[in-house]
């Protein structure tokens, strides 16, 4: 379907999702949900149950600890995968700072869906070694 | 009380117009007017009832109204389990559906929900220049501030506030290579035209489950495509997925009956001799399969028909072409347009778990219509909302009673809050019901918000959210297999949340 198939194609260009195949890429598209977050929105609320994870298609974010800004985030990155693998509330707030169109997954679906996608999982994977790795830089 | 054939609201300025005259207007046009807030409603259709003038196919609707409840027919309580009518204030104008019931099932026919809308238009004096189809959307920018310009079919109306409230209801196809050989959902033949004849449906929503069903009795082979598996809502837990009624479709399929559903994307579509060939592509392995059929239908969907809106500003997303809104059913780049009815549910909430609003479906939002209203009235008609005291002594029981009994939040889950706000000099007072993301973000003083949430494992429990010193906490409640929010445990976790409120309460 063609709003399926924009976002498929929008995929296909993202690095977690650069190793699927059209008929994948398309699965995917079908499973996540598009949603869409007007600039000033919070997206992500710091200690609260129930988050989802989320991949950017368009726009820009930031990730906010107790009001501070810690980070940004743009198109092809993604969050909320922290506190959904460790069954925890999210430790930051995410909030649109431009509009921001995403693909979400409901944190129930994330694990199958992982398990189902190795290799976005292992895409995922990488993308958290990155982020230990600069973490790591910035301590020492 | 007005014949639906009256002519009321010539073009004109007025300030506050809404366009539609399905269940979301008329709700919406009710609770403005209860307020005092006066507008002119405007509809392309000639009687009231919108999309159910027509739709389901099949002629019988997903949403349940039970005639027999535990609670008393007309109560606030009552609207739990009627999803179909309207909300009235006048004990007389509420729970119009199960009277138009004639007991032959739970779902109301298409024609007893259509029933129920006229009678509640009619009821409630809800008048609507009919016949009047909204065309197209102009801005003037004058020294009284931004005006509308509502091109329709009788002339031009300006205003300062619109609220659109026209559905979820044009047909989409994609525009796969060789559609134009299948039809939409929409152009559905009469069943027994399918007699015999091998029917190929694109889709995997509701309404492609819904025409399976219909055609089962009729159809030789039935095939369902789409590139990701069903969802069932007896497994996700809510009201995403096909419906209980219409699951048989998918038991024929796992039973080896002749029904088959493929996850695969469909490719395109050609005619070979007397028959049409769907190519597909399989979603698990990437192999071709190529199905022939007599009719293909495309259960694709419906998208919001906003016609020029975009060029306003209008932002859009997803596969109903729906407008980017505030909390509040603002678009969130034009100002001064704002939405009603089914779409509502582009303001999807916090959706906690996964778990989406019920704003799609009338008894999710003919409350949405009824909070907008309240917020027009008070933030654009200077009405000062009634805000009334809750005895400190009372307010553990006003919790416990809301969790409950309260409609509003059963059916908005994590959507919609009741407000209870504490301050030295107001005490406590009743703030009534807001979007719960507008409660979490725009901060203010200490109050507490009360609403039911789900987690889509089963579990249906409360959760209290108070906000104490500009910080805020949430609270959650434990689930009960029978939905007693009232037990000991949840009466002792409850005082616990309002003494952060610095109410105490006896236990």
């Given at each position: ?140 | ?453 789900a987690d889509g494992t089963g579990a249906i429990y409360p959760v209290l959210y108070a906000r104490t010193g500009g910080t805020m906490s949430e609270h959650v409640l434990p689930a009960s297999p029978v939905l007693d929010f009232a037990s000991p445990e949840h009466r ?16």
């Amino acid at each position: 379907m063609a709003g399926q198939d924009e976002i498929a194609d929008t995929l296909a260009g993202l690095a977690m999702f650069s190793d699927l195949s059209t008929p994948q890429l398309q699965s995917v598209a079908h499973t996540f949900e598009e949603r869409f977050f007007p600039e000033g929105e919070r997206i992500l609320r710091q200690g609260l149950t129930g988050s989802g994870f989320f991949v950017i298609l368009d726009g820009q974010c930031s990730i906010l600890v107790d009001g501070q800004q810690r980070a940004t985030l743009s198109r092809g990155d993604f969050f909320g995968e922290v506190s959904i693998l460790l069954g925890e509330p999210p430790v930051a707030d995410v909030v649109a700072t431009t509009p921001v169109r995403t693909l979400f997954l409901a944190g129930p679906a994330v694990e199958s869906f992982l398990v189902g996608q190795p290799r976005v999982m292992y895409r995922m994977l990488q993308a958290q070694a990155r982020r230990l790795r600069n973490a790591n830089r910035w301590r020492s | 009380m007005a014949e639906l054939t009256d002519r009321p609201f010539p073009p004109g300025d007025y300030p506050l117009i809404v366009v539609g005259s399905g269940p979301g207007a008329l709700q919406h046009s009710y609770a403005l007017s209860r307020l005092g807030v006066r507008h002119a409603v405007l509809s392309a259709d000639p009687s009231p009832g919108g999309m159910f003038r027509r739709w389901p196919f099949f002629q019988r609707l997903l949403s349940w109204t039970k005639p027999y409840a535990p609670v008393e027919r007309g109560t606030r309580a009552y609207e739990r389990f009627d999803w179909n009518s309207l909300l009235a204030d006048e004990p007389e104008n509420r729970a119009l559906q199960p009277s138009l019931m004639d007991g032959s099932s739970y779902f109301p026919a298409r024609t007893e929900m259509e029933a129920n809308l006229v009678a509640f238009a009619r009821r409630t004096d809800i008048r609507v220049r009919y016949e009047c189809p909204w065309e197209s959307t102009r801005v003037e920018e004058t020294p009284q501030g931004r005006r509308y310009v509502l091109t329709t079919s009788d002339g031009e109306y300006r205003t300062p506030t619109v609220v659109f409230a026209v559905g979820i209801a044009e047909p989409w196809a994609p525009s796969t290579p060789g559609m134009e050989l299948a039809y939409h959902y929409a152009d559905t033949k009469p069943a027994e035209t399918y007699a015999g004849k091998c029917v190929f449906i694109i889709g995997k929503q509701v309404s492609a489950f819904e025409l399976a069903t219909g055609l089962l009795q009729w159809a030789r082979r039935i095939v369902l495509a789409s590139p990701s598996p069903a969802q069932l809502s007896v497994v996700t837990k809510t009201l995403v997925g096909v419906r209980a009624r219409y699951v048989q479709p998918y038991e024929d399929h796992v039973l080896g009956g002749g029904v088959f559903i493929l996850d695969a994307s469909i490719e395109a579509i050609s005619r070979r001799g007397g028959e049409l060939v769907v190519r597909t592509r399989r979603s698990d392995n990437g192999q071709q399969l190529d199905v022939d059929a007599d009719d293909v239908i495309a259960a694709t969907g419906f998208v919001a028909p906003l016609r020029d809106l975009p060029s306003l500003g209008v932002a859009t997303f997803g596969h109903s072409k729906l407008p980017s809104l505030t909390p509040f059913w603002e678009s969130s780049v034009a100002p001064g347009i704002f939405f009603a009815g089914t779409i509502t549910q582009a303001a999807g909430g916090l959706k906690k778990h996964g778990v989406p609003a019920n704003s799609g479906a009338v008894h999710g939002h003919r409350y949405n219509g009824r909070v907008l209203a309240r917020h027009l009235a008070s933030t654009r008609f200077g009405v000062e909302l009634p805000r009334p005291s809750v005895d400190p002594d009372r307010l553990l029981d006003f919790v416990l009673e809301e969790l409950t009994q309260g409609p509003e939040i059963w059916h908005q889950r994590a959507y919609l809050a009741r407000v209870v706000s504490a301050s030295p000099d107001a005490g406590l007072r009743d703030d009534g019901f807001v979007p719960l993301a507008h409660f979490l973000d725009s901060g203010g003083g200490d109050a507490l918000a009360i609403t039911i949430e789900a987690d889509g494992t089963g579990a249906i429990y409360p959760v209290l959210y108070a906000r104490t010193g500009g910080t805020m906490s949430e609270h959650v409640l434990p689930a009960s297999p029978v939905l007693d929010f009232a037990s000991p445990e949840h009466r002792e976790m409850v005082v616990d949340v309002i003494g952060k409120l610095g109410v105490q309460a006896p236990v």
